[in-house]
Nanobody, 121 residues
Framework: QVQLVESGGGLVQAGGSLRLSCAAS????????MGWYRQAPGKQREMVAT???????NYADSVRGRFTISRDNAKNTVYLEMNSLKPEDTAVYYC???????????????WGQGTQVTVSS
């Protein structure tokens, strides 16, 4: 079993910075990718950033250049550094890990509980 615990959310002013952390516990040896997703009120959940085991990253157009995703495999932790925050970044941010099991022949998705990020003008 895998559990994800997010931290670092809160209230910040526009133009400020915030760093989100997501610590994974349990067996994550076969982890394929980790990422951050967000959902704002009245909107669908969207991908913010992902990072593979090999370190390749992918960003949503709306955050590219402002956000940076990274991971520390030794700590089983993924981070999201958010800079130049805008009010439209306000959302609940969710941590995700995607793991492939060769034994079961399928992918498994695990999600954190989410952390609220509020950016005031």
């Amino acid at each position: 079993q895998v559990q994800l615990v997010e931290s670092g959310g809160g209230l910040v002013q526009a133009g400020g910075s915030l760093r989100l952390s997501c610590a994974a516990s349990g067996s994550t040896f076969g982890g394929n990718a980790m990422g951050w997703y967000r959902q704002a009120p009245g909107k669908q959940r969207e991908m913010v950033a992902t990072v593979s085991n090999g370190g390749s990253t992918n960003y949503a157009d709306s955050v590219r250049g402002r956000f940076t995703i990274s991971r520390d495999n030794a700590k089983n932790t993924v981070y999201l550094e958010m800079n130049s925050l805008k009010p439209e970044d306000t959302a609940v941010y969710y941590c995700n890990i995607l793991i492939y099991s060769g034994s079961f022949g399928r992918f498994f998705d695990y999600w954190g509980q989410g952390t609220q990020v509020t950016v005031s003008s």
